[in-house]
């Protein structure tokens, strides 16, 4: 009986676990304008919306990914961390987070 | 039952692998690296192990284990698994057989906790302690496939991983599914919910202490009467392969607790 109680709330607590990841939780991610002029100071160019204007400062690109996209982008070590804790992307552009292939571990 | 478990085996090694689609937003609670250029679904360790390094909590994956977890115990060890498959086949190589103390089984939440989860979040995932960075699973499907294509840059590493690799095969040779007993991660995890699982074999009371499903039970488990709060019959690290139940000569292992 007791393990049926357990099993009951932990099955409960999974599925909502599994629902609100899925469905309701949003992550904001930044995009990487560090990695972007690293890229840019060595001849190669990708284009970012609002990068190429004339300004000289810019702003880094941010976009909500839901929690599947962001289990994808680990998947290529697409996201870390930055200094004051906001997520930044490993890559240029936020787009190239969604529907990448993998890289080597 | 054996038969048909190696072909399920088998069936899903090629299914993951297979390199027509790539669902790794979906985490299947299996060792099979997502940084393999054909596999189907994602590893949760490895996304757990990136979660931890931003500082975040995986709900989806953690949810999803738990719910394979609460369904059918460690059921995807025994049938998906395909390092299970391969820890399996090479049990049936000649070599000598030895038996390891009961208490090597705590090793894999050690594993679990310290190399999956504590050393990314504390010391980032540039670690080389980090657990994908060691495990023989990714070594195999990713790292030498990787190496092939495209080169190392890292030879070192890469002689350090296939050393794991070696050591554990041959470890595999010896005693049977050492891999998923001692060091797995997932199945530390899995395991933590067995007790609770709703497919699980059970004793009934027709049950004369045979020791058959003992003696045939890959894991060395004993199928328990009363599995709730009983923490000396290893029962945690049942695999669901169903094989004590199809030995039993009074057929009196139940599979719905």
Known sequence: MVRKIFFCILIILSVAMTAYGAFFRRLLVYDNLEKFDQLKNVGI???????????TEFKAQSEWFTEPEVVNAMTFAGISRYKDGQLISNYPDLRMLKGRRPCPS | MERLRLKVQIAMAVLMNVGLFQLHFICMPVLNCHSCPVSLFGCPLGVIGQFSAVGLIPLTVIGVMALVGLVAGRILCGWVCPFGLVQELLYKIPYAKFSIPR????????????????VPYFLTPESTLYFCRLCPVATIESSI???ILQGTTNALHLSVRIVILIVIMILAMGHRRFFCKVLCPIGACMSLLNRFAAIFPERRSLCVDCSTCNKVCPMETVPNKNRFGVYDDMLEECINCLDCQKRCPTDAIRLWG
């Not at chain 1, 160019?45 to 300004?55: E, S």
């Not at chain 2, 208490?103 to 504590?118: D, E």
């Open chain 2, 145 to 147: 496939p990787w190496a």
């Open chain 1, 45 to 55: 160019t990708i284009k970012i919306p609002g990068y190429q204007q004339a300004d």
């Open chain 2, 103 to 118: 208490w090597t089984r705590f090793i894999k939440y050690g594993v679990f906790g310290a190399l999956v989860v504590a």
